[in-house]
């Protein structure tokens, strides 16, 4: 196997080992960790359908994280895709009248996050032994609601981690806040944050490139890393499900091996479509990634004129985990449609001026965009087939449509479902009929699960009952005065 090696989009730092790039999480001249090369796959893809969720993930992982050995690689994997997922299949294609779901959402935190962020956890301890790191990792994260569950999932008590979230106090859904404020373990703090998430994750990564405080932790014992999507550790694992999905329709006989397929991708901070990419030049049959935002549109006005401006008003949605005007992974496609100078100039104006234009045209990715009304007619348009969507996946099913109306376009598609909708219960429950509105989200569990004659999922039962354990709040511009005060004071 050919090593892989992992540079900065901005260019200014030296290559890295895989193991490496995991443990530093972002590159110190504020750029994101991308593969010298993509691989391509050498099997034949044939080779790949029937295999296992954990085979198929060490097929992938094993050619880009090539100094791990094929035990510490699967221990990682048998590890991370275990008996917390709620299905064997880890991520099952889920079929409602021709459309095709992929179910992200079957961990412990009923959402996408935990595909990564299951595996995260064993990536960078055995990153840190591997380099003879003897400092605790702290595990810094902004999250828009579900990374900072699944992460303190994953890393909760794991030894010679401590793991500190940031999230936008008013900013997540109740179900998500409960989630993360009744969070145990002796190792994880869970902050509230005035602001918006891009005020959160912007704050955090200038804590992460600040050298003097890097310095003082380092004195102390101490290194950050990061569990968001800038970390490399965490794209990876996300380019599995892509394959997953593609074998799984080829075994249900819905496409012949080789036949092309596109797939719409809810988004954010871009980092699951960019797996998604990964995938395609990998060697995938996909043709079109359809890029599905909600009204922060940010994304889409820059697919279809190649200005990404995020001087704009931010606006809270329904599906909070796609509220976000700075999607960070970004700069990663930016880097491998042009070169590091490009990037560093590009992403330097963004941080002065908030915005940049990129002339080179991206045909394979569209975007298309969706409001709110639209998003919750959807969930009621599918709850009447028979399937519940959450706010974010409804995002994507309906950017589908709106993209099949203008294109003519004959490609089998799957949409990324990406959060169980026990997570959104609140606009899920009045989507579906106004009878709900204003009642108590916790209420609401119960009253969806009657609706869809199942069960509240075991991972969220009487999350109501739970202890909150977290009840701190701080400015945005106290972050960094608050992690200096937890470990080097
Ligand atoms: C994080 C998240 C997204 C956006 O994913 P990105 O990788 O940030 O683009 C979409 N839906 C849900 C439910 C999420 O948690």
Redesign the pocket.
Known sequence: MTEIKYVSTRGNEEKLTASQAILKGIADDGGLFVPTKIPTITKKLEEYISMSYQDLAYEILSMYITDFTEEELRFCINSAYDDKFDTKDIAPLVKCGDDYFLEL?HGKTL???DMALSILPYLLTTSAKKNNLEKEIVILTAT????GKAALEGFANTKGTSIVVFYPVDGVSQVQKRQMTTQEGSNTSVVGVVGNFDDTQTAVKEIFTDKQLNKEMFEKGYVFSSAN?INIGRLLP?IVYYFYAYAQLVKNNTIKINEKINFT??????????AGHFAKKMGLPIDKLICASNENKVLYDFFETGEYNKNRQFVLTS?P??D?LI?S?LERLICLYSDSNTTKKLFTQLNTEGKYTFDTKINDIIGEFVTQQETSDAICEVFNLGYVM?T??AVAYKAYKKYLKNNNDINKNVIIS??SPY?FTEDVCKAIDSKYENIDAFVLLEELAKLENKDVPSQIKEIDKKEILHTKVCEKEEMKELVKNMFVK
Do not use: C, E, R, Y
């Open positions: 959402f959402a996408f996050k828009s609601g579900d990374t999507s996300q991708v809810p988004t954010g901070n871009f980092g699951n479509i960019l599906s985990s796609m976000i999607s992974n959450d974010h996946t990406t959060a997570k």
